[in-house]
Structures are given as C-alpha cells and as structure tokens.
C-alpha cells in the first residue's frame, strides 16, 4: 500500500514529503530486512520482574535482534544483578548524567545494528513486534518507525481517565492514526532509529525525559523534531500493528499522577518549544486540542446522558489536563524569564514601584500630583487617576511620576489627551459647549459637582434597600466598610452584616456600636461556612425590593447606592459596578490591578444572553456578538461580587447563591441571570474601593481562588444544562486561547514584569476547578435532609 503525507487519514502529521511512501508490511516482498539493536533502560532493582519480561519478549521475536543491550542507570546493584543473570547481553553503565536521555544515549553508542529500536523496562514486546517495524526501513527516506502502546494495567483502569490521556500513562491513545501514516514523533515506550541518522545527531537531549520517578518526557519529541529539520524529505511512520504492552502501576493509575505528570509534560513543551521553535514543537499539539479534546469532552457528556456518570468525570479530566498541562507550560516560560533577567546586583526593591491613587473632579480643579509619602520612604513612580466631571467617572488615567511629582498644567495636558472624547460628550449631554481650554475652565463655568442634569435623577419615593454585606471575622477592614456604609448619600435603606464565622465575637460587637447609634445597622449570624451562605442569609434577612451586596474589605463612595439604583430601569434584574484600588503601594496589590480582575472600566453598560449595548451620554450602541464568541460565557466581565445589587424576587426566583461553590458564587448568579434571560446593567458610576492584598502570599492565594471558582462554574455549566453544555462545548478551543494568549483582552493589561507564575497559579486553579466542585457537590447533597 502507498500512502501521501498530509492526507486526511493523518490529521496530526507534520511531515512535508511530497511523494508517496511505499508502506512494507511483514508480507510484503522486500530486501534483506536491516540488522537491529533493541536497547532496554533501566534505573531501579524494584522493576525486576517488568525488566526480566521487556528483555525475555525482545529475544523472543519473531525476526530476532542482532544484538540486545541493557543500560543501568546509575544502580551498581542493579548493574552487576543484570550482567549475572543476562550474561549473554550488552550490559553496561549508563555513561552520562542520570536520567533516561543520557541512558539511551549510552546504549546507541554501543548498538551495532543498522535500527536501534527502545523497549521501556516495563514493557513486553509482542513477538512481531521487529517484524512490524523493520520492513519500513526499506524505504530510503524512513528515518524512525514507532508503535503502539497497550496499557497493561497492574488493577483496573480509573474510570475517569480519558483515552485521550493515555499518553500520561506512557500508553498509545485516542487522537492518533489508527493505521500507518507520518507521524511528528514517535512514542517513548515503542520507538526504533534508523543508526546512520541518530549518528549524525547528539542523541537524545539530557535537558529532557525521565529521571527516575519524575514524570516528564518530551525527549523523543525534539529528537524526532531535529531528525525531520536534518533531513527534510525525510519520514517518521506511526506503525500500529508493532504493539508492545506498557505495564501501569497502582501509583500511576492516580490523580495525583496524572496532574504531576500533565505538569511536567507542560513544562517539557516548553522547552521542546524553546529548542526547536514554536511553530515545530506545538503543531500536533494545536490539533489535538483545538479537535481531539473537544471531541472527547462531548463523548463523555454523552455517555453520561446514556448513564454512565463516569462520562462527566472523563469530560472534566480533559479539561483539567489541558489546562494543567498549559499551566506547566507557562511557568516553564516564567522561569526562563527570570532567569534571564537575574542580576547578582542587589536591589532594594523588586517588582514594580509603588503608585498613587488619586481622584480628579473636573469642576472642581487639577491638582499637582506630589511623588512623596510612599510606603517605606519610597517615591511614587506614577499615579492612576480617576478623572470624574460632576461625579460621573470619565476615565482612569495612568500617568509616570517625575522627580518632585506632576504639576497640575502637566495633568491637566494628559487628562485632556486622553479622555477629551468622553468630557466634550459628557458637557454636550448636560447641555454645556465643550471645552477649548480644559485648565481655563473654573467650577462656575462647569456647573459645579452637583448641577449635571445627567444625574439629577427625580425620584419622589426612592426604593427602600437592603445593603448586605458577608463578613468572615475580618474585622479591621470591616469597621471601616460599615463607616463608609453610614455616609452614603441615599435616603432609605438599612445595612444588614451578615457574621459567617460567630464564633469570633468581635464581629457581633462592632456590629452592635454601630446600630447603637444608628437603627439602619443589623446583624444576622450564618455558622455554615461560605460565603454562598452567607449571601443567601441576607437575602433572606433583606427587608428592600432591592438587595445590595458589598464585602467587608472596601470602602464605599459616597454616591454608590445611588447609582446602583439608578441603574434598575424596568427591564433591569441585576447591576454591577465599578471596583478601584484603595492604594497601589505594593507589588502584590499592582499585579492584581494589572490582572483586571477588578476593574472593568468607565463605559456604562448593559448585557443579556445575545450581547450587549454600550451607553455614552445617553447615546446606546447595541453590540451584537456572533454565535460563536465566549458571550455570554466570560462572567467575569459582568462585575464583581464586591458591588453588586439585585432586584429580590428575580435572585429569589434563580435560587440565590449556589452553596455547591466554595468560590465564584458570585459570578456563577451573574452567568445564571444573563442566561435566563434578565438584562443585567454595569454602573461605573457606583463605585467601591478596594483594599487589594499587600502580600505575595496572600495574592497567590486570591489568584488560585480565582481560577477555582470560574474552573467550577463552568463544569456547573457542562453537568446542569444541556443548551450551555452544547454551547460551552463549541467554545472550548476558543476560550482557552483566551485564557492563554497574552493579546487577550484578558491578559492585555499584564505589563512586562508581570509574573507568568501568577497566571501558571490561576491555571492551577482553573484546572483543578471541576474537582474542587464534584467534591463540594458530593459533600452539599450528603448534608441535605
């Protein structure tokens, strides 16, 4: 039979040969078939049984090799227990550094035969196994010829891992040819050389493949990779009819292996990547998970409708793995980086320098802009600033600090760069001329703060509110959140704290001083622990037709109920707003600004399931998104749980918050409601200030939670709803380029010294979000009655 490179029966080749290869089977009339060395790897005595099967199964072929070699890798014992009991074979030493590159390297240099074929030590080879691969060396231009791997499993196979992911398990899995085809590379365990070619070479690479128990690999793939670039007319075949069985332990049939192995795997593309190129080392891997993963991810969904609840397990191993796998691959990247730009000279400082927030009300004057007052003695290298006209955000500006500060013209010029669109737009609304001479204008002739007829709303019988605000014994920041609660310029509501943790007395007690002085404040306790919980108290608690949500780490502007209320016109269910730093004095809390996770901008805006419409002073532009964008599935970009109101009866009528979700709760209700259909209204005007984490640790911390949560709602999203199932499905590929590429909207604002690390923790997280969900859900139904 021929076959052509690139044809459709090969989906993952990469092979650029232009002629057909003449495919040899064992049948097929031939030459004299080469001469081959079968080279076995072994590194530890506990293997003893699998070593003495792989070496009895290579002499026991059907087309005998012409010489066996067994390298030790750096085991004395097992060294001198191997020439006892094989004295008729090539053992020897391993002769380079330890690990399974450096092995095999040393057992090429001591094969005589013309193909050197690699046997794992715990695998056997099926008696036609030479036979299946030595008639393609026939063939000039074949340069490698693999197999495939059954997996011998020591017990049963784990019911929740994916054929798709056999290759964690060193096994042959779904996504390859299922018949001869050219293949990128070729599989570790079932592998064979042409000599003549691997002599040309170094071998294989020690920076890759195995040492000892530490599950990475990758070392076949950018060997393969370089013979292909050495000979570009030359071909790798994927032969699966050379079967050999790969023995799988206990150990490795476990999830923590399968996630330390998906690690490592990331970790070692990363440095294929670097050695050979992108485009080279990532090809078949683009394929197999923009076709192969969702396919298997559907498969599952399916079996489980057909019920075998396993298929859910097996849909979200994929997930999982993929994006454990990318996780490895980014701090892979991230280490290179800082390695590169180590220095042995010492700093006082790392990370970026400390910024002051600050906030300009037009009608009311620039100010200059001082550099002092920074944590520790430190200058401010630059300032955000929050430009507002008649209280109504306009834009943040983010502007470098010179020596001395900024003085006010020099802002003024900035600001008026910048956002001059949005301030002409805004006096035009308010029926005022726009502006020749931003720093000649004086409050008179802006209208002064409070005259914008844009948000002069009259309301004769203002809604009665309920502000509900979790708190979980954090009370230093929490005195300070009810302080800013008691200042807000809004005639009838009441404050409801919500103590989900009232074993810590301090909280009831503060909560007490306050409503001592002021009958607005009251306090509910919640001893199931989370926040989900938390939330549903208080809405159970509320009084108002609307409830209001604020944490218990931010200070609230003034005017903030009043904009989310203006926010609620008739069509309205839920609004979000606009979350600020408090301070930019650490690294920690720059990075998480710079993540975006937070801020989402000054553009009014409204959202429901087809897209959604932009507001400018009064002016609406409706955005309809196409079929297969990530809306209404990027949450995220809805708003925070840190400011956000609902009208009661809708939250109600969508079940409150999911006790399932131990994080994301407050996303996964803004996703429920755009789905179901309601309009949910973004309000920058209603603004919160947050106090961001100032310590590395704890950022770690938040960014993991991060991933978490939005990793559990949309396995929520895949197990609950059919219509999402389908739809989330469609966009896998696409939302993890998002998730990935540094150009994404998501990824946009991470400037250079942003850490990979961080995004590698979110990963993380992200990844083990499904798992964190089926647990949370396993213990939430056992709790039920």
Request: net charge positive; with cysteine; aromatic share 6%.
């Given at each position: 039979m021929t076959i052509h490179a690139g044809s459709a029966a090969t989906s993952n080749a990469s092979s650029s040969t232009s002629e057909p290869i003449t495919v040899l089977t064992p049948e097929t009339p031939a030459g004299s078939a080469p001469t081959a060395t079968v080279v076995?790897?072994?590194?530890?005595?506990?293997?003893?049984?699998?070593?003495?099967?792989?070496?009895?199964?290579?002499?026991?072929?059907?087309?005998?090799?012409?010489?066996?070699?067994v390298v030790v890798d750096h085991n004395p014992a097992l060294l001198e227990r191997a020439r006892a009991t094989f004295p008729e074979l090539t053992v020897v030493p391993s002769s380079g550094p330890r690990g399974l590159s450096a092995a095999r390297n040393t057992g090429l240099a001591r094969a005589t035969g013309e193909i050197v074929a690699f046997l794992d030590d715990d695998a056997a080879a099926e008696p036609d196994w030479l036979a299946r691969l030595l008639p393609h060396y026939q063939d000039e231009r074949v340069l490698a010829v693999g197999g495939h791997a059954l997996a011998d499993w020591e017990k049963e196979r784990p019911r929740w891992l994916p054929p798709e992911f056999d290759w964690v398990v060193g096994c042959s899995f779904t996504g390859q040819p299922t018949e001869v085809a050219p293949v990128r590379n070729v599989i570790g365990c079932n592998m064979s050389f042409r000599r003549s070619i691997l002599d040309r070479t170094a071998g294989f690479d020690p920076a890759l493949g195995r040492v000892g128990r530490?599950?990475?690999?990758?070392?076949?793939?950018?060997?393969?990779?370089?013979?292909?670039?050495?000979?570009?007319?030359?071909?790798?075949?994927?032969?699966?009819?050379?079967?050999?069985?790969?023995?799988?332990?206990?150990?490795?049939?476990?999830?923590?292996?399968?996630?330390?192995?998906?690690?490592?795997?990331?970790?070692?593309?990363?440095?294929?990547?670097?050695?050979?190129?992108?485009?080279?080392?990532?090809?078949?891997?683009?394929?197999?998970?923009?076709?192969?993963?969702?396919?298997?991810?559907?498969?599952?969904?399916?079996?489980?409708?057909?019920?075998d609840p396993a298929g859910l397990l097996r849909s979200a191993a994929i997930v999982v793995g993929l994006l454990v796998t990318a996780a490895g691959y980014v701090s892979a990247h991230a280490r290179r980086a800082s390695q590169a730009v180590s220095t042995p000279v010492p700093r006082r400082r790392t990370g970026p320098t400390p910024v002051r927030v600050v906030t300009v009300e037009l009608s009311e004057g620039v100010p200059d802009v001082p550099d002092t007052g920074g944590p520790d003695d430190t200058r401010y290298g630059a300032a955000q600033v929050l430009v507002r006209l008649h209280g109504q955000p306009l834009g943040l500006v983010e502007v470098p600090l010179p020596a001395g500060g900024l003085a006010a013209p020099a802002l003024t010029a900035t600001i008026r760069s910048q956002l001059s669109s949005a301030i002409d737009a805004h006096r035009r609304h308010d029926g005022l001329p726009t502006l020749d001479r931003l720093d000649a204008e004086s409050a008179e002739e802006t209208g002064g703060p409070g005259s914008c007829p844009s948000r002069r709303r009259a309301v004769e019988q203002p809604a009665?509110?309920?502000?509900?605000?979790?708190?979980?014994?954090?009370?230093?920041?929490?005195?300070?959140?009810?302080?800013?609660?008691?200042?807000?310029?809004?005639?009838?509501?009441?404050?409801?704290?919500v103590d989900n943790a009232p074993q810590v007395t301090?909280?009831?007690r503060i909560v007490a001083r306050h409503?001592?002085?002021?009958?607005?404040?009251?306090?509910?306790?919640?001893?199931?622990?989370?926040?989900?919980?938390?939330?549903?108290?208080?809405?159970?608690?509320?009084?108002?037709?609307?409830?209001?949500?604020?944490?218990?780490?931010?200070?609230?502007?003034?005017?903030?109920?009043?904009?989310?209320?203006?926010?609620?016109?008739?069509?309205?269910?839920?609004?979000?707003?606009?979350?600020?730093?408090?301070e930019l004095d650490t690294p920690s809390q720059i990075w998480l600004e710079q993540y975006g996770g937070y801020g989402k901008g000054c553009q009014r805006r409204r959202f429901d399931r087809a897209g959604f419409t932009t507001l400018e002073a009064g002016a609406a532009r409706r955005v309809d998104l196409?079929?297969?964008?990530?809306?209404?599935?990027?949450?995220?970009?809805?708003?925070?749980?840190?400011?956000?109101?609902?009208?009661?009866?809708?939250?109600?009528?969508?079940?409150?918050?999911?006790?399932?979700?131990?994080?994301?709760?407050?996303?996964?209700?803004?996703?429920?409601?755009?789905?179901?259909?309601?309009?949910?209204?973004?309000?920058p005007g209603a603004i919160v200030w947050h106090t961001h984490r100032r310590e590395v640790r704890a950022l770690r911390r938040t960014m993991y939670q991060y991933g978490v949560g939005l990793g559990a709602v949309l396995t929520k999203c895949l197990a609950d709803d059919p219509t999402t199932r389908r739809e989330l499905l469609v966009r896998l590929p696409r939302g993890v380029a998002y998730a990935l590429r540094p150009g994404s909207a998501k990824n946009g604002r991470k400037q250079k010294g942003y850490p990979a690390w961080l995004t590698a923790v979110e990963l993380c997280g992200l990844a083990l979000g499904p798992v964190h969900y089926a647990a949370a859900a396993a213990r939430f139904a056992r709790s039920r009655p």
């Amino acid at each position: 039979m021929t076959i052509h490179a690139g044809s459709a029966a090969t989906s993952n080749a990469s092979s650029s040969t232009s002629e057909p290869i003449t495919v040899l089977t064992p049948e097929t009339p031939a030459g004299s078939a080469p001469t081959a060395t079968v080279v076995i790897c072994v590194y530890t005595e506990r293997r003893w049984r699998q070593i003495v099967r792989a070496v009895g199964s290579a002499l026991a072929q059907d087309v005998p090799p012409a010489q066996v070699v067994v390298v030790v890798d750096h085991n004395p014992a097992l060294l001198e227990r191997a020439r006892a009991t094989f004295p008729e074979l090539t053992v020897v030493p391993s002769s380079g550094p330890r690990g399974l590159s450096a092995a095999r390297n040393t057992g090429l240099a001591r094969a005589t035969g013309e193909i050197v074929a690699f046997l794992d030590d715990d695998a056997a080879a099926e008696p036609d196994w030479l036979a299946r691969l030595l008639p393609h060396y026939q063939d000039e231009r074949v340069l490698a010829v693999g197999g495939h791997a059954l997996a011998d499993w020591e017990k049963e196979r784990p019911r929740w891992l994916p054929p798709e992911f056999d290759w964690v398990v060193g096994c042959s899995f779904t996504g390859q040819p299922t018949e001869v085809a050219p293949v990128r590379n070729v599989i570790g365990c079932n592998m064979s050389f042409r000599r003549s070619i691997l002599d040309r070479t170094a071998g294989f690479d020690p920076a890759l493949g195995r040492v000892g128990r530490t599950p990475v690999g990758c070392e076949e793939t950018e060997l393969c990779i370089r013979l292909r670039q050495l000979e570009p007319d030359g071909v790798v075949l994927y032969e699966p009819a050379a079967r050999v069985r790969h023995r799988v332990t206990v150990d490795r049939a476990k999830w923590r292996y399968f996630r330390q192995r998906c690690f490592s795997e990331g970790r070692s593309k990363a440095v294929v990547a670097r050695l050979v190129g992108s485009d080279a080392g990532l090809a078949t891997e683009r394929t197999y998970t923009r076709r192969t993963l969702p396919a298997g991810v559907r498969r599952g969904l399916r079996q489980l409708r057909h019920g075998d609840p396993a298929g859910l397990l097996r849909s979200a191993a994929i997930v999982v793995g993929l994006l454990v796998t990318a996780a490895g691959y980014v701090s892979a990247h991230a280490r290179r980086a800082s390695q590169a730009v180590s220095t042995p000279v010492p700093r006082r400082r790392t990370g970026p320098t400390p910024v002051r927030v600050v906030t300009v009300e037009l009608s009311e004057g620039v100010p200059d802009v001082p550099d002092t007052g920074g944590p520790d003695d430190t200058r401010y290298g630059a300032a955000q600033v929050l430009v507002r006209l008649h209280g109504q955000p306009l834009g943040l500006v983010e502007v470098p600090l010179p020596a001395g500060g900024l003085a006010a013209p020099a802002l003024t010029a900035t600001i008026r760069s910048q956002l001059s669109s949005a301030i002409d737009a805004h006096r035009r609304h308010d029926g005022l001329p726009t502006l020749d001479r931003l720093d000649a204008e004086s409050a008179e002739e802006t209208g002064g703060p409070g005259s914008c007829p844009s948000r002069r709303r009259a309301v004769e019988q203002p809604a009665f509110i309920s502000v509900l605000v979790p708190t979980c014994g954090r009370t230093p920041l929490l005195e300070s959140t009810l302080d800013s609660l008691a200042a807000l310029d809004y005639p009838d509501y009441e404050i409801v704290v919500v103590d989900n943790a009232p074993q810590v007395t301090e909280t009831a007690r503060i909560v007490a001083r306050h409503a001592a002085d002021d009958p607005r404040f009251r306090y509910a306790a919640e001893p199931r622990p989370g926040v989900a919980h938390a939330r549903n108290r208080g809405l159970a608690e509320a009084r108002g037709a609307i409830v209001a949500y604020a944490d218990d780490d931010v200070i609230l502007d003034r005017g903030w109920l009043r904009s989310l209320v203006d926010g609620f016109t008739d069509d309205v269910a839920a609004v979000t707003g606009q979350v600020l730093a408090r301070e930019l004095d650490t690294p920690s809390q720059i990075w998480l600004e710079q993540y975006g996770g937070y801020g989402k901008g000054c553009q009014r805006r409204r959202f429901d399931r087809a897209g959604f419409t932009t507001l400018e002073a009064g002016a609406a532009r409706r955005v309809d998104l196409p079929p297969r964008s990530l809306h209404p599935y990027l949450p995220g970009s809805y708003g925070s749980g840190a400011n956000m109101a609902f009208r009661k009866d809708a939250l109600l009528r969508l079940g409150g918050f999911d006790p399932r979700l131990r994080s994301g709760e407050d996303i996964d209700v803004l996703l429920r409601a755009v789905l179901a259909g309601h309009v949910l209204a973004y309000e920058p005007g209603a603004i919160v200030w947050h106090t961001h984490r100032r310590e590395v640790r704890a950022l770690r911390r938040t960014m993991y939670q991060y991933g978490v949560g939005l990793g559990a709602v949309l396995t929520k999203c895949l197990a609950d709803d059919p219509t999402t199932r389908r739809e989330l499905l469609v966009r896998l590929p696409r939302g993890v380029a998002y998730a990935l590429r540094p150009g994404s909207a998501k990824n946009g604002r991470k400037q250079k010294g942003y850490p990979a690390w961080l995004t590698a923790v979110e990963l993380c997280g992200l990844a083990l979000g499904p798992v964190h969900y089926a647990a949370a859900a396993a213990r939430f139904a056992r709790s039920r009655p």
